[in-house]
């Protein structure tokens, strides 16, 4: 059995430039937004003639800028939180549960096969569903005699995802948000591409819940499963 460890890693981390596109989509969904709050709140703005100084002076000297930037704030950094907030308390108490079964010392092969159910609600990301015995068996061929560096950039690796997993998260919901103003202020979006993008962000966002526990509870189930393989290979 081949489990998702460092193709998972790789996969996640992706080519270096996109967590600058990343950045940058969030930032143009999140202007996008607060344009929208603006006209909604107070009139539909023009934009500035580049080449009329005056008036660009007296946008920023005169505070007009003030505004639309506090809007923009407001919006960027809120629904960050407001996502980060449902994020980290569904994953937090999901990981919770499953951490203290595995830290529990009557931990027993009923509790392991608990998580292993869990984690196969997912399978359809790499296609196998997992059995009990092929994860004690991978476990103790991968891990069984790894030096002990070589399993701390493991862990320092998937410390590093945690945030990508986070930030994607984040930027699915914002983009909800943002594609349902477009389909309802454009008249050409079409309900045919509002439900395939809405679709496809409503599996993206369960896709990374599932990670972001897998990344949380991984390291702790591994470490039990060496602890414990021979026992309930046994069993």
Known sequence: ????????????????????????????????????????????????????????????IKGYFFVPFSIFVVIHYGLAFFSWAIFAFLTTRKSNRILAELNHPGLKPSDYRKIIRFINKFSF?????????????????????????????????????????????QLASKAIIAITLYFFSI???????????????????????FIYILLEIWPPMVQSAKVNATTFLNQ
């Open 125 to 169: 990301m790499w296609g196998k569903k997992l059995k009990e015995k092929q994860v004690y068996e991978w476990v103790q061929r991968e891990f069984g005699s790894m030096p002990q560096d070589q399993w701390q950039r493991i862990l320092a690796n998937i410390e590093k995802l945690k945030p990508i997993v986070r930030a994607n998260f």
């Open 1 to 60: 059995m081949n489990l998702p460890t460092s193709e998972l890693i790789g996969y996640l981390e992706g080519r270096p430039v996109l967590p600058a596109i990343r950045r940058i989509l969030n930032i143009i969904l999140s202007a996008s937004l607060a344009s929208f709050v603006f006209q909604q709140l107070y009139f539909k703005y023009q934009w500035l003639d580049l080449t009329n100084y005056k008036d660009e002076l007296d946008f920023f």
């Open 187 to 209: 008249s050409y979006f079409g309900i045919t591409l509002y439900v395939l993008a809405l679709l496809l962000l409503l599996l993206v966002m369960p896709a990374l819940y």
